[in-house]
Nanobody, 120 residues
Framework: VQLVESGGGLVQPGGSLRVSCTASGSIFSINAMGWYRQAPGKQRELVAVIRSGGSTNYADSVKGRFTISRDNALNTVYLQMDSLKPEDTAVYYC???????????????WGQGTQVTVSS
């Protein structure tokens, strides 16, 4: 089972960017998918999460600017980032809690990370 991210890059302040993450492998079900980020010298922090039922949570710092969505048929989660600020610069990591079998209680998986840089 693996998570593969795409869509990071360089964007000017006020701009938009969308990152995506697709889960592949022997997947029975996906409980929750989300995005974390880690800036240099800082701890990794939760950005947004979306659960199997569709409920979402966002970090206060991104509320109203970022939108998380999910395509269950494609095992893919998206993070639409609008009104980007320099302080959003970080490596963004995809996270998923997935079950590989019916008796599996669910385990955490991480992507390799994608760099998002907001700078003029």
């Amino acid at each position: 089972v693996q998570l593969v991210e795409s869509g990071g890059g360089l964007v000017q302040p006020g701009g938009s960017l969308r990152v995506s993450c697709t889960a592949s492998g022997s997947i029975f079900s996906i409980n929750a998918m989300g995005w974390y980020r880690q800036a240099p010298g800082k701890q990794r922090e939760l950005v947004a999460v979306i659960r199997s039922g569709g409920s979402t949570n966002y970090a206060d710092s991104v509320k109203g600017r970022f939108t998380i969505s999910r395509d269950n048929a494609l095992n893919t989660v998206y993070l639409q980032m609008d009104s980007l600020k320099p302080e959003d610069t970080a490596v963004y990591y995809c996270h998923a809690n997935m079950r590989t079998a019916a008796w599996d209680r669910g385990y955490d998986y991480w992507g390799q990370g994608t760099q998002v840089t907001v700078s003029s």
